[in-house]
């Protein structure tokens, strides 16, 4: 059967997709933030920066109106009282004054080493007669310098330098980094939480959409996908599903349509041939002709057998959920019916049979169905049962009641199943590839068992015992209304416990194949 092309899948196993999203969000909402943490940085320095050099070149305006009536014959004396009288205004900390000449040559000083202002500031000084201001590099700590002009009457030109301590912007400027660095994560849990709900909204769609493919089943395949109340991607694909499952459903019809057809067309044939096999004479015929009889007419009831399983497949399957001639069901005379009619062939295969079934107030328990329906499923399990059970082996019926629920469990000694069969043990044409070898059976005894536990409400599943051998457990609901009188049966009469044992010998060994 040709796959449809699926795309490469890595090895590794991958996050979910929710959490991806949720990272990636994360991881581009702290690029996002950092960069705006970087830039406002920047804004938020050169904001301090021109902030701390206009008051500095205020006072140096402020400084010039002292230091002119000074000029040219200003001594350090001078300059250092007048650097004195701004430490004192207030200012605090470094706090120095320098009279530099046009060529930049030191005229009068407050300190011993004279501010190491830039040679492009003195000339942009000198050359714009404003006041202009830059950061210094000091052993001690950053200082700030602003420098402006002096003319005076005969032409001479001097530089005025206030040199002061440039602390108090360097703390403004490391709290605001500060500032911005703690909040980047302070701002990364709300940044988690709603890159999780955006996440969330979504992938919320696959999620719809995951829901969807989860309700197509074999048993829903009939069921209409409703596409009316779904978000507009979703829509989309819950149509193109529904189209889907049209295509399925009408696949599904004609398959069991021309599997009905096959079956009828071959039951009157098949039952036409086995008629006139059985009033066909054969005294005087060959005993090798003989034995072509009877192996014919044996593979001819074998393949009516088949035909019926397919019709009952079918009815069971696609029955749209009605049970034919619901009536009130007794469970332990279904199960004595059923033991009764397997005794022969427990008695073939040297197989014993053990049916313990309800006593006391339980023995009337009863499920609301079709009987020869539920019939069937036990007659199917015990046979099979029967089949792979060794010579001499017990094969265990055990009824019991639990709750609202009426529990069978049939239990074998045979070799079991294999692990990788489980999962399909129920599948239409599942057997063992002894069992396929061997040519017995078809495979569709317990999907046809299933089905008709699913029709009623119930349920089978199947285990494999620690010492050896299988167990199906029916599950079917009770009828908790009050059961109509108990009608009379022919095996009823058996004891409330009754444990059949058929013996035989027939020369068969155990049977190593399943379903």
């Known amino acids: 059967m040709r796959s449809l092309p699926t795309s490469p899948v890595s090895g590794g196993r991958q996050l979910p997709l929710r959490v991806r999203l949720t990272l990636w969000m994360l991881a581009i909402f702290l690029l996002v933030q950092l960069s705006i943490a970087f830039v406002f940085q920047l804004y938020q320095s050169r904001a301090i920066d021109e902030f701390y050099g206009q008051r500095l070149i205020a006072r140096v305006d402020g400084l010039v109106g002292?230091?002119?009536?000074?000029?040219?014959?200003?001594?350090?004396?001078?300059?250092?009282?007048?650097a004195e009288k701004q430490r004192a205004g207030g200012a605090g900390g470094t706090c120095d004054?320098?009279?530099?000449?046009?060529?930049?040559?030191?005229?009068?000083?407050?300190?011993?080493t004279p501010a190491r202002i830039k040679l492009e500031s003195v000339r942009r000084a000198f050359a714009t007669g404003s006041s202009?201001?830059?950061?210094?590099?000091?052993?001690?700590?950053?200082?700030?310098?602003?420098?402006?002009?002096?003319?005076?009457?005969?032409g001479d030109e001097f530089l005025v330098v206030l040199t002061v301590d440039d602390s108090d912007a360097s703390q403004v400027q490391y709290i605001t980094a500060r500032l911005i660095l703690a909040s980047i994560p302070i701002g990364i849990l709300p940044i988690i939480l709603s890159a999780y709900l955006i996440a969330g909204l979504a992938v919320r769609p696959l999620a719809d959409i995951r829901e969807l493919a989860q309700r197509l089943s074999p048993e829903s395949i009939d069921q209409f996908i409703d596409s009316a109340s779904a978000a507009q991607e979703v829509a989309a694909v819950r149509k193109e599903l529904e189209l889907a499952r049209q295509r399925i459903e009408a696949g599904f019809a004609t398959q069991e349509r021309f599997m009905s057809n096959v079956s009828h067309e071959l039951k009157t044939p098949i039952a036409v041939v086995l008629t006139e096999m059985q009033t066909l004479s054969q005294e005087g015929v060959p005993r090798p002709v003989k034995e072509f009889l009877r192996s014919t007419h044996e593979e001819l009831e074998k393949l009516g057998r088949t035909v019926d399983n397919f019709l009952l497949l079918t009815r069971v399957r696609h029955g749209k959920g009605q049970i034919p001639a619901l009536e009130h069901c007794y469970l332990r005379d279904i199960l004595l019916d059923s033991y009764?009619?397997?005794?022969?062939?427990?008695?073939?295969?040297?197989?014993?049979?053990?049916?313990?079934?309800?006593?006391?107030?339980?023995?009337?328990?009863?499920?609301?169905?079709?009987?020869?329906?539920?019939?069937?499923?036990?007659?199917?399990?015990?046979r099979n049962a029967i089949r792979f059970s060794p010579s001499g082996s017990i094969v265990e019926i055990l009824a019991s009641v639990h709750g609202a629920n009426i529990e069978v469990v049939v239990q074998d000694s045979g070799p079991g199943i294999p692990a990788e069969a489980l999962p399909?043990?129920?599948?239409?044409?599942a057997q063992a590839k002894d069992e396929e070898?061997?040519?017995?059976?078809?495979?569709?005894?317990?999907?046809?068992?299933?089905?008709?536990?699913?029709?009623?409400?119930?349920?089978?599943?199947?285990?494999?015992?620690?010492?050896?051998?299988?167990?199906?457990?029916?599950?079917?609901?009770?009828?908790?209304?009050?059961?109509?009188?108990?009608?009379?049966?022919g095996v009823s009469a058996l004891p409330a416990t009754s444990v059949g044992e058929v013996t035989g010998n027939n020369g068969h060994g155990p049977d190593h194949g399943r379903l």
């Open 132 to 154: 202009v201001s830059s950061r210094l590099p000091d052993s001690s700590g950053a200082v700030r310098a602003a420098a402006r002009s002096v003319r005076l009457p005969d």
């Open 437 to 489: 070898r061997r040519g017995r059976g078809h495979g569709l005894g317990l999907e046809i068992a299933l089905g008709i536990a699913e029709l009623h409400g119930g349920n089978i599943t199947v285990r494999n015992r620690e010492q050896g051998g299988c167990e199906f457990t029916v599950t079917l609901p009770k009828n908790e209304l009050r059961p109509p009188p108990r009608p009379d049966s």
């Open 424 to 429: 399909r043990v129920f599948d239409r044409f």
């Open 66 to 82: 002292e230091v002119s009536p000074l000029l040219p014959g200003v001594t350090d004396e001078q300059v250092a009282a007048l």
């Open 97 to 112: 004054i320098d009279i530099l000449d046009r060529s930049g040559g030191v005229v009068a000083s407050s300190h011993a």
């Open 340 to 382: 009764a009619g397997c005794m022969a062939m427990a008695a073939l295969h040297s197989v014993r049979l053990n049916l313990r079934v309800p006593e006391g107030e339980e023995m009337d328990a009863a499920v609301m169905g079709n009987c020869d329906l539920l019939r069937i499923i036990f007659d199917n399990l015990i």
